[in-house]
């Protein structure tokens, strides 16, 4: 059975950080790439960042520099570092694969970034 499970989300205040976490089973992950998105109140799911089998990373603009994902197979788990967390982060983050022609998703992790 494939499962994502997000976790590491929370509240934060303006310029802080957080560590999201995505424990995956049901696949391994070194085959896949992997992404993160997020969902804001009112606002369609956008992608923020990509880690490649090869571990090469891609994020999104309004991220990139704050941003870091990166994977560790062994443990079959992917992260998302948060740094300089904006009031506009605010969102459901969600970790994605597209495993056997299918897109699966995590139930999502809530981060808020409010003062």
């Known amino acids: 059975q494939v499962q994502l499970v997000e976790s590491g989300g929370g509240l934060v205040q303006p310029g802080g950080s957080l560590r999201l976490s995505c424990a995956v089973s049901g696949f391994t992950i070194r085959w896949q790439n992997m992404n993160w998105y997020r969902q804001a109140p009112g606002k369609e799911r956008e992608w923020v960042a990509t880690?490649?089998?090869?571990?090469?990373?891609n994020c999104a603009d309004s991220v990139k520099g704050r941003f870091t994902m990166s994977r560790d197979n062994a443990k079959n788990t992917v992260y998302l570092q948060m740094n300089s967390l904006k009031p506009e982060d605010t969102a459901v983050y969600y970790c994605?694969?597209?495993?056997?022609?299918?897109?699966?998703w995590g139930q999502g992790t809530q981060v808020t970034v409010s003062s």
């Open positions: 994605s694969a597209r495993v056997r022609s299918m897109d699966v």
């Open positions: 880690v490649s089998i090869g571990g090469s990373t």
